[in-house]
């Protein structure tokens, strides 16, 4: 079974500056996806990046950034230029690439870690 | 754009107490999931539906069961509500395409007294 470890509960940051996000996972899978999730106080769960395992390039999106280390099974997230509005749980959760078709046997299954609560300082 | 729409919101249930968690989608996705969100803990999955007619247990099964109702529809039954269910009960929704994520609902805040 796949686990997702998330071993800061709380992180700080100034507004405007930047921030990393730490995730480590261990799974014996090859072919997997990793997400970071945002969950502000609003509880929505809103997508923010994902990356693809088989891809050696880092995911960006806009101020938000991953460093994907595989062999090391990390998965960080940096955001930059932080603002008041990144305030908020953030989670990072795997997923296995065997059901990317009919007839695969995770069924596109989330495993969660514990969840990192971002404040963000003006 | 409604997506993934929970009902309720919110409930507060006294031990032993039934209920039923509704969950829609109009996206018309194949697979659908339930999930419970406990402080330091992340969320787990309950119960899945991977197609229409069909349902598997997650990582924390015991204490409800599910049916999916359509292709639409996906509910979520505590028969007998216990204290240690007392949570945030989401819902999702995703296709079978490749990296497609899961879209969640706005989440069920059940307390059990």
């Known amino acids: 079974a796949q686990t997702v470890t998330q071993s800061q509960p709380e992180m700080s940051v100034q507004e405007a500056e930047t921030v990393t996000l730490s995730c480590t996972y261990d799974?014996?899978?090859?072919?997997?996806?990793l997400f970071w999730y945002k969950q502000p106080p609003s509880r929505q769960m809103i997508l923010v990046i994902r990356?693809?395992?088989?891809?050696?390039q880092n995911a960006t999106e806009n101020r938000f950034s991953v460093n994907f280390q595989k062999a090391a099974k990390s998965f960080s997230l940096k955001i930059s230029d932080s603002q008041l509005g990144d305030a908020a749980m953030y989670f990072c959760a795997y997923r296995s690439a065997g059901d990317s078709h009919a007839g695969g046997t995770s069924y596109g299954k989330l495993t969660f870690g514990q969840g990192t609560i971002l404040t963000v300082h003006p | 754009n409604a997506g993934v729409t929970q009902t309720p919101k919110f409930q507060v249930l006294k031990t032993g107490q039934s209920m039923t968690l509704q969950c829609a989608q109009d996206?018309?996705?194949?697979?659908m999931y339930w999930y419970r969100q406990d402080p330091g803990m992340g969320l787990r999955l309950i119960y899945y539906?991977?197609?229409?007619?069909?349902?598997d247990k997650g990582e924390v099964p015991n204490g409800y069961n599910v049916s999916r109702l359509n292709k639409r529809e996906f509910s979520l039954r505590l028969e007998s509500a216990a204290p240690s269910q007392t949570s945030v009960y989401f819902c999702?929704?995703?296709?079978?395409?490749?990296?497609?994520?899961?879209?969640f609902g706005d989440g069920t805040r059940l307390s059990i007294l």
């Open positions: 999702a929704s995703r296709d079978y395409l490749g990296n497609q994520p899961q879209h």
């Open positions: 996206m018309n996705h194949n697979s």
């Open positions: 799974t014996s899978e090859s072919d997997y996806y």
């Open positions: 990356q693809e395992a088989y891809k050696q």
């Open positions: 539906s991977a197609s229409e007619g069909t349902t």
